[in-house]
């Protein structure tokens, strides 16, 4: 049973370049989220996609945003990059069930660094 | 807004030498509060969930409660291979997003 798997898993880019990050969510979940980590920090919250539709945004500005795929898979794009947007990116995956009480589970990341 | 803080921020233990993890939280209507464990690296392994107050999840050396303002995340008789982050996080309310805390740093010495 394959877990949330995501692509690349290292990045390198300048300031002001764009990003595509990818995200294939864990057999039997349809819904995804995003997460910036910091080193040192805990995971904070971008946004969330069901039904191919975003669901909820975090603080984050309009340079970040998603897409998510009929197959449920997802990603992640970043515009006009900052030094501040070099971070691990964790895609993670749940079932809508229960009301969104599920745990959701991480993939191992994107690590995007910014020259 | 949801919070969550965790103490303390590392922790140093020797083999076999059982100590207690702290994640405090604020939330309005809690949905779950859940544990991961997270190797340098690596992303976020999900440990357990918590839903309501009084509640105990168990495994292998491992123990979480939860009580209305916290949670505790028990090692038992630690081993080298339990040094890792561990990452406290709550979902609450009409939120979807989890919110983190910053974690604690286990590192447990043979």
Redesign the interface.
Known sequence: DAGVTQSPTHLIKTRGQQVTLRCSPKSGHDTVSWYQQALGQGPQFIFQYYEEEERQRGNFPDRFSGHQFPNYSSELNVNALLLGDSALYLCASSPLRDRDNQPQHFGDGTRLSIL | EDQ?TQSPEALRLQEGESSSLNCSYTVSGL??L?W?RQDP??????LF?L?SAGEEKEKERLKATLTKKESFLHITAPKPEDSATY?C?V?GGS?????????TLLTVNP
Not at chain 2, 41 to 46: M, V
Not at chain 2, 95 to 103: A, E, Q, V, W
């Open positions: 969550v949905r779950g859940f991961y690296g690596k992303g976020p392994e999900f969930t839903y990452l996080a979902g939120n979807y997003k989890l919110t983190f805390g910053k974690g």
